[in-house]
Each structure stands twice: as C-alpha cells, then as structure tokens.
C-alpha cells in the first residue's frame, strides 16, 4: 500500500523563485494537512483541506504561500516569490477523517520535501 | 485552546534499560492522543494513539503509552530501550468525539537517545 508521496525530496533555488511542492495523498483518505519543520519553529500546521476544500488555512505565514487541492489525489504548495526565511522541510499528511469517529484516526505523513533558498 | 508540552528536548538512555518520554496536555473535554516517531530525513510515523478505554495503549515496536487524565499527561514508554529506538518523538492531541477541528497539536518533540 502506497504511502503518501512528496516530490520533490529536495529542492534549491534562488530567492525570488517560484517553489512548487507536490503531494499525493493515501487514496480514500479525505484529510490532507500541509506543514512545516525548522530547528526554530518545530512542526508548523500551515493548512489542511478536507474533501478537496481548504478548512483552515490560519497557519500559511503571508500571502507568498498559496495551497491548491484539485482533486482527492493531488495537492500543491507553492511559494511564490520564495525567500530565504522560507527555508524549512515541508511535510504533507492525510487521514481519513468522515463521519462521528473523525479525528481519531492517524494522519500519515509522507517522507517530506527539504527546501533550500538561497 | 489546546496545547501539548513535552519538558525534556532529549532523554538520554541505556541500551536495555526503560525508558520514558513525558507528555502533558491541555484540551476541553476528552482528548484524542497521539505519539509519533521520526527518523532522520524521514516523515513522522505513527506508534499509537489513545481514544477511550483502557489507559494503558500499545503500540509499534514494542512502545506503549499511558493515559492520566487527572494528572492530563500521556507518557511514552519502552520496557527494554534499543540502540534504534534513538529519533525524535512528538506527541500531539486534539479535542475528543464533537471537536469541531481536525486539526492535531503537536509537541515540541524529544530527542531519545540510546547509547549501546
């Protein structure tokens, strides 16, 4: 059974570039979360959709960052211009999540996308 | 608000002994907990969870956790601790049945390390 899958695993670009991240999440699944990782910040929740349709983006840090989710088996995280700052490790997850039980089931994380701005 | 705290940034450990990581919440009504691991350049993978029931939950690789809800903390256990048992370990906790979010807090993370 297929994980989650992130491309790219690693990514550097200069700043001002354009950074698009890609996720696939677990089929069936109906949940996918986007986040964060720094030494600084630790794991950040930027936002989730579920059934395709952003729930809360609270946690996307400012304009620059945008999240699409097309269709239940493809989401985007684009950073646009990208900046220094924005260096981090950013992971996708997704859980399944209908019903009165949601929430009590795990989210799986894919192995994540190592950005680098310089 | 919700919140989770995890005291210890490391726990340093011997190969064979017990070991424990500490996790402490805070969250109206019943929490639903969670405690994952992450291996270097890896996503976080969960171990176990804590829904209802039985305080006491079992989990991957031999790991179990303890639910209290008087003192609210969830620490993570290993009766005999091994070499690669050393990553990083997150709790996380939401609100129980009737949250209105999906959403899970996670704690700052424990590095365990285990010396052979």
């Known amino acids: 059974d297929a994980g989650v899958i992130q491309s790219p695993r690693h990514e550097v670009t200069e700043m001002g570039q354009e950074v698009t991240l890609r996720c696939k999440p677990i089929s069936g699944h109906d949940y996918l979360f986007w986040y964060r990782q720094t030494m600084m910040r630790g794991l950040e929740l930027l936002i989730y959709f579920n059934n395709n349709v952003p729930i809360d983006d609270s946690g996307m840090p400012e304009d620059r960052f945008s999240a699409k989710m097309p269709n239940a088996s493809f989401s985007t995280l684009k950073i646009q211009p990208s900046e220094p700052r924005d260096s981090a490790v950013y992971f996708c997850a997704s859980s399944i999540g209908t019903g009165v039980m949601s929430g009590n089931q795990p989210q799986h994380f894919g192995d994540g996308t190592r950005l680098s701005i310089l | 608000a919700q919140s989770v705290a995890q005291p210890e940034d490391q726990v340093n450990v011997a190969e064979g002994n017990p070991l424990t990581v500490k996790c402490t919440y805070s969250?109206?009504?019943?929490?639903?907990l969670f405690w994952y691991v992450q291996y270097p350049n890896r996503g976080l993978q969960f171990l176990l969870k804590y829904i209802t029931g039985d305080n006491l939950v079992k989990g991957s690789y031999g790991f179990e956790a303890e639910f209290n809800k008087s003192q609210t903390s969830f620490h993570l256990k290993k009766p005999s601790a091994l070499v690669s048992d050393s990553a990083l370990y997150f709790c996380a906790v939401r609100k129980g049945y009737g949250g209105a979010t999906n959403k899970l807090i996670f704690g700052t993370g424990t590095l365990l390390a285990v010396q052979p």
């Open positions: 969250v109206s009504g019943n929490p639903y």
